[in-house]
């Protein structure tokens, strides 16, 4: 079945970086799309990348583009958001998700998310 | 981009009926078949419930249904069940080649 687990969140200073990771198995990760979307606590969803099956094409969110940057490492079947001058309003759980086989904007599959605060 | 519109919260009694309206613009739910909905229960993933408006992924109740007309897409929920209490989202592609979602539907069951 289809796991994605997620890791690197922390508790960050504004105008810091950081980098998450998503371990992908149980699907062949290159043939695959793959998101990320993140949620601030008490606050509604909030798609934030994209990334094609095979890192050709990159879409952000307005809020973090020039800021996030999505890649992959096939070999390693892992997904990273290089997140970097973080703000306090970057502060959420932030979910890996592998798009569906019908249409990249399909968010098919979740991990459990890891939580990023940004605060001084 | 603003989210979707849609109600903060919606409220149905067990075995009843409830409809939940996901409203965004002629550049995203409007002018695709790309409405998806997705159930959130507290502390917990999300996880897909409809996609490109009316079909459900395999596991998923036939109790869940998806329609659209023009720029309102809309979740029905029949038989309402205890474990159906939860938020749910809608979302959307968009001529701006990104994902957008609505901002949420607290549904309570009585």
């Known amino acids: 079945q289809v796991q994605l687990v997620e890791s690197g969140g922390g508790v960050v200073q504004p105008g810091t970086s950081l980098r998450l990771s998503c371990a992908a198995s149980?699907?062949?990760?290159?043939?695959?799309?793959m998101h990320w979307v993140r949620q601030a606590p008490g606050k509604g969803l909030e798609w934030v990348a994209f990334?094609?099956?095979?890192?050709?094409?990159?879409y952000y969110a307005d809020s973090v583009r020039g800021r996030f940057t999505i890649s992959r490492d096939s070999s390693k079947n892992t997904l990273y958001l290089e997140m970097n001058s973080l703000r306090v309003e970057d502060t959420a759980v932030y979910y890996c998700?592998?798009?569906?086989?019908?249409?990249?904007?399909?968010?098919?599959?979740w991990g459990q998310g890891t939580l990023v605060t940004v605060s001084s | 981009q603003s989210a979707l519109t849609q109600p903060a919260s919606v409220s149905g009694s067990p075995g009843q009926s409830i409809t939940i309206s996901c409203t965004g613009t002629?550049?995203?739910?409007?002018?695709?078949?790309?409405v998806s909905w997705f159930q959130q229960h507290p502390g917990k993933a999300p996880k897909l419930m409809i996609y490109?408006?009316?079909n459900r992924p395999s596991g998923v109740s036939n109790r869940f249904s998806g329609s659209k007309s023009g720029n309102t897409a809309s979740l029905t929920i029949s038989g309402l069940q205890p474990e159906d209490e939860a938020d749910y989202y809608c979302?959307?592609?968009?001529?701006?080649?990104?994902?957008?979602f609505g901002g949420g539907t607290k549904l309570t069951v009585l």
């Open positions: 990334i094609w099956y095979d890192g050709s094409s990159k």
């Open positions: 998700a592998r798009a569906g086989s019908g249409g990249w904007y399909l968010v098919e599959y």
């Open positions: 979302s959307s592609y968009t001529s701006s080649s990104s994902v957008i």
């Open positions: 149980g699907f062949i990760f290159s043939d695959y799309g």
């Open positions: 002629s550049s995203d739910v409007g002018a695709y078949k790309y």
């Open positions: 490109d408006v009316t």
